[in-house]
């Protein structure tokens, strides 16, 4: 097999072999639509960066990136937190790159890996399509990557996860065990993985203690207030209402009873809600949310870790194909607090 030099990626590019060297260690000396060019070259072409030479460059590089889908959901602070508690004691940066924000460009976001400017990667967004970094690994000497709350459809790479589909069961359970019999849900994203696992929990929960939902009880969300504040105007406008519903996020939840109380309704006198979660606003909010708490803090820290072994090569569990070693999964627990009640005769 013939092995692809910096004289073929200059060629393809349309540029000098020093152009290519420079957009390759250098990537700021260099414009962005020639920075492009080579980078598509180098993907064409699959060259492999010197061995010795990206060693010493990554060491150099001294960061890990995290893709987050949303930094203004304070989801995210403590598992940050997590992950910089432990790069910190490894002498790394963390980079964090916003992958919601408008301009947000995925494959530039890659590049960080492609030009070693990273010692490896953190996901934390199960929406972001990898299939361009997949097909690299294939060819290039890429850094790990490592989901951290999410994980991929293929099971490729390692990742750090709650037992979702436990969690939507503990609010089931909770629940049924206050007498609701009628219990609805507002989703998070159709296109996202953790709605996928948690509607499977919830769906399951119900089946096992007999209990069936409606479609019409199932509300469409994101994640977001919005979503809970819709949902509530849904749920409001209902011939027949659940009594309790569980909620795919605290701040779908927090939407759904601001809304309540905008109409003059209150949770948990009109409905009990459940959430999921456990952000810190959850214990303060009026009232106290029951939610699924996620360990956030400990989640970080287990992904940087993951990551951190893969940077240094001190893990086996890809090579030995063990997708358990690979995937991390931490349990939940239930916060119970006052947005559920037990149900009130009529």
């Not at 993907?43 to 960061?63: D, E, K, P, S, V």
């Not at 199960?126 to 790990?144: I, K």
């Not at 949902?231 to 011939?239: D, F, S």
Request: net charge negative; hydrophobic share 45%.
């Amino acid at each position: 097999m013939k092995v692809v030099t910096v004289q073929d990626v200059a060629v393809v590019a349309d540029v000098s072999t020093a152009t290519v060297s420079r957009a390759l260690s250098k990537p700021e000396k260099v414009s962005n639509a020639t920075r492009e060019k080579v980078m598509e070259a180098v993907r064409i072409t699959g060259y492999r960066i010197n061995q010795t030479a990206r060693n010493l460059r990554r060491q150099q590089a001294g960061a890990v990136v995290a893709l987050v889908p949303n930094l203004g959901n304070p989801f995210f602070s403590s598992i940050l937190s997590g992950i910089e508690s432990v790069l910190s004691e490894a002498g790394l940066r963390l980079l964090v790159v916003d992958s919601a924000q408008a301009g947000f460009q995925r494959d530039r976001a890659f590049d960080f890996l492609f030009m070693n400017q990273a010692d490896g990667l953190l996901v934390l967004d199960g929406s972001l399509d990898l299939r361009p970094l997949t097909d690299a690994v294939q060819t290039l000497d890429v850094p790990p990557v490592v989901y951290c709350c999410e994980w991929g459809a293929d099971g490729r790479y390692a990742s750090v996860r709650i037992d979702n589909q436990q969690g939507a069961k503990l609010a089931v359970e909770h629940l049924f065990g206050l007498g609701h019999r009628q219990i609805g849900m507002v989703c998070g994203p159709a296109d996202n993985p953790l709605t996928a696992a948690r509607e499977e929990g919830f769906l399951s929960a119900l089946t096992d203690i007999g209990l069936g939902v409606p479609d019409s009880w199932l509300f469409e969300g994101d994640f977001s207030i919005e979503a809970g504040a819709q949902a509530a105007r849904h749920w409001q406008v209902l011939e027949e209402r659940p009594t309790g519903i569980f909620c795919m996020s605290d701040e779908i939840a927090f939407g759904f009873m601001s809304e309540l109380d905008r109409m003059g309704l209150s949770v948990p006198d009109d409905v009990s809600l459940v959430g999921f979660d456990d952000i810190e606003i959850a214990s303060r909010f009026i009232p106290p949310l029951t939610t699924v708490r996620q360990p956030r803090f400990e989640i970080g820290q287990e992904a940087a870790g993951k990551l951190l072994r893969r940077i240094n090569g001190t893990v086996e569990d890809c090579a030995s194909g063990n997708n358990q070693a690979r995937q991390t999964v931490l349990p939940v627990n239930l916060m119970v607090r006052r947005s559920t009640a037990a149900l009130s005769e009529p």
